[in-house]
């Protein structure tokens, strides 16, 4: 893969740039790797995820990760370009630097879940809304279930996707409050692998990929389907407890798994 030369200067670790290497910037809170043609996956340690689209005229971040310091400036190594900020939706893990921004892109049913102290714009954003970034269009698909307001952002020209956590990261988190009920997962699902086909994207890049380290196919996407399908109609593989340290209002978490894909979920809730 051919890469842009590109020289960091004003932080602590200094990479070289080979042909192989998509590697473009680390240090001790980011790791920025090129994925796509004008496209970049940004890591934080905290294994959470932002994504960077650049067109011709605009550029787009996608979230903005948990709080790192000097986000904006690091991302202004990359592009120069005027710099929209999306959110895939409103958890904090994917809202930590919206302070450095003076506005933001987000779905409106998501608005309850956001910070209130937030000083700057929120623009509101819906189902099959375009970003034309020149050269480059990427369209909004509402996705609901994780949450009310989540968005999944095709890119036609490198036929990705990237979903945050509206299809999780191996693992879908579906036991946070506001719950949805399961029916509304299958929908979305069903949705999704419509829009894929129609639209020919063939790569999901989710929302905490240091997880993965890979773009998921359409069949974890069906599995995602098939797996909430058997839970609703009782045929799910046996479940087990869900261990986790915050319970974010589930009590009694419970985690399945079908092939590529797993689903934490709470047993009250699962109509
Ligand atoms: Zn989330």
Redesign the pocket.
């Known amino acids: 893969m051919k890469l842009k030369p590109f020289i960091i200067t004003s932080v602590a670790v200094v990479l070289t740039f080979s042909e192989t290497s998509a590697q473009v910037f680390k240090n001790d809170e980011l790791t920025i790797t090129k994925i796509e043609a004008d496209t970049w996956v940004i890591e934080t340690a905290e294994n959470n995820t932002m994504y960077m689209v650049e067109g011709t005229e605009k550029a787009l971040l996608i979230d903005t990760g948990n709080k790192c310091d000097s986000l904006e400036e690091i991302i202004r190594k990359i592009t120069t370009k005027p710099l929209l900020v999306l959110l895939t ?1 409103g ?1 904090s ?2 809202t930590g630097n919206i302070d450095a921004f003076n506005e933001i892109y987000l779905h409106p049913a998501d608005t309850v879940l956001m910070d209130k102290n937030y000083p700057g714009k929120i623009h509101y954003m819906n189902d099959g809304d375009v970003f034309d970034l020149g050269g480059k269009m990427l369209e909004v698909f509402h996705t609901p279930a ?2 009310p307001g989540s968005v999944v952002l095709f890119d036609a020209q490198t036929q990705s996707c990237f979903s ?2 509206a299809f999780g990261s191996g693992l879908i ?1 579906l036991q946070l409050r506001p719950t949805a009920p399961m029916s509304m997962y299958v929908g979305t699902c069903t949705r999704m692998l419509k829009a894929m086909d129609e639209k020919n994207i063939t790569k999901l890049y989710c ?1 905490h990929y240091p997880y993965v380290k890979k773009a998921f196919t359409k069949s974890y996407v069906s599995d995602m389907q098939k797996l909430a399908e058997a839970l609703i109609n009782g045929t799910a593989p046996a479940s087990k407890p869900y261990d986790i340290v915050v319970s974010f209002g589930c009590p009694n978490p419970m985690i399945t798994t079908l092939g590529e894909a797993s689903i934490v979920y709470d047993p009250e809730f699962i109509k």
Do not use: V
Request: proline content about 0%; cysteine-free; overall charge negative.
């Open positions: 939706h958890h893990d994917h994780h949450t945050g956590d988190w929302g």
